[in-house]
């Protein structure tokens, strides 16, 4: 079974992945952490009951 990260996969499957996600690229732990950065800043005090996607615009698509 193989599991949801790129380490154990051929470069064409890496690149059928890449290819589902409008960015292109696979996200990074930067691109996270700025995420839970801005959630626990001043900058979301009016933020109630969202969502925060972060997945380069998979979910979009």
Partial sequence: MRRGGLENQTPEEI???LNQIPLGRVGTTEDISYGALF?????????????????????AK
């Fill in 15 to 17: 690149q059928e992945r």
């Fill in 39 to 59: 959630l626990a800043s001043d900058e979301s005090s009016f933020m109630t009951g969202s969502e925060l996607v972060i997945d380069g615009g998979y979910t």
